[in-house]
């Protein structure tokens, strides 16, 4: 029933830009907190960006100044604008939701398939 959906990953060139998104169906989106997850080949998972259902945003500081994750709430869809990127970027990107604190892994209850972001130096 609960469905995120990512979009917009692809091959990138060092530097370049690319948005993600995710639509979400089957929840109250408005209610969550929402989280950008990315894992690359050889690493753990790690959040890039978060923002509460008021807003408040947290980011990765390997990201702070180039990536900018937002919501709409009218259109139940999650972005996140990434630019400035870089190889070691390259990895599967997830859109997560959470019920309460979006900073912690285990407090997302739902999930993307993930979408790939493959950034070539």
């Known amino acids: 029933q609960v469905q995120l959906v990512e979009s917009g990953g692809g091959l990138v060139q060092a530097g370049g830009s690319l948005r993600l998104s995710c639509a979400a169906s089957?929840?109250?989106?408005?209610?969550?907190?929402m989280g950008w997850y990315r894992q690359a080949p050889g690493k753990q998972r790690e959040l890039v960006a978060a923002?509460?259902?008021?807003?408040?945003?947290n980011y990765a500081d390997s990201v702070k100044g180039r990536f900018t994750i937002s919501r709409d709430n009218a259109k139940n869809t999650l972005f996140l604008q990434m630019n400035s990127l870089k190889p070691e970027e390259t990895a599967i990107y997830y859109c997560a939701a959470s019920r309460t604190n979006p900073c912690v892994l285990s407090e997302y209850v739902y999930w993307g398939q993930g979408t790939q972001v493959t950034v070539s130096s």
């Open positions: 923002i509460t259902s008021g807003g408040s945003t």
């Open positions: 089957g929840l109250t989106f408005g209610s969550y907190a």
